[in-house]
């Protein structure tokens, strides 16, 4: 074999390699297997952002586990994803503690306190069941009992929980920790955290020319 032909061969095995490795990274998800589509999508706006949903629950062990991640993670998104958090809202208790995070929310408390909400459930014990002891764990933060009755049963939060009992719905969250990307699909927790990201990112990409 002549030299030019030796470059040409060499050319054509460099071309098949990394065609083979694209093929090998677009398949690595798929859809069905790794992520699904919502049956009734969530309209979304399409201003070239893409909304990434963290669906959770304080009461959730693996919500608590997930935080360091999905903090991580949303810690290096660029300014065309946009993450939102969404506490499900199944029955009592749930909606308790949904209106516990929007009530948090609108009083603009340090992010902190989100966290701090599963480290007194998860770590301390006191799983936060009723409005009194709400109020007792707010004070740690200088909000007065009163303020916070106010704001938990106020027309915004009130209004927030009965979006998110509306979205729950349309999109059939079934469990926690679930990201939702876009309103269009879902990504749901079988593996490991880091993987359950890998799965996001890739259908993000996938969104953005639909954002």
Aim: glycine share 8%; aromatic share 12%.
């Amino acid at each position: 074999m002549g030299y030019t032909n030796k470059i040409i061969m060499k050319y054509i095995f460099k071309f098949f390699a990394i065609a083979l490795i694209s093929v090998s990274i677009n398949a690595e998800y798929k859809l069905g297997r790794d992520y699904r589509m919502i049956d009734n999508p969530v309209q979304v706006r399409q201003d070239g952002i893409v909304e990434v949903t963290e669906a959770f629950w304080y009461g959730c062990n693996h919500c608590y586990n997930f935080e360091p991640s999905i903090n991580a993670w949303e810690a290096r998104l660029d300014n065309g994803v946009r993450l939102e958090k969404m506490p499900i809202t199944w029955g009592g208790i749930h909606q308790l503690h949904a209106a516990l995070y929007y009530t948090i929310e609108s009083l603009k408390l340090d992010p902190s306190t989100h966290s701090a909400v599963f480290v007194t459930i998860h770590k301390e014990g006191n799983f936060l069941q009723n409005q009194k002891a709400i109020e007792s764990f707010l004070e740690k933060f200088g909000v007065a009992p009163e303020v916070t009755t106010q704001y938990m049963n106020s027309f915004g939060v009130r209004q927030k929980v009965n979006r998110s009992i509306k979205y729950g719905k349309q999109v059939k969250v079934t469990g926690v920790p679930m990201m939702i990307v876009d309103g269009t699909y879902i990504i749901e927790s079988k593996g490991s955290f880091g993987d359950m990201l890998k799965v996001v990112d890739h259908v993000v990409n996938l969104q953005r020319p639909n954002s």
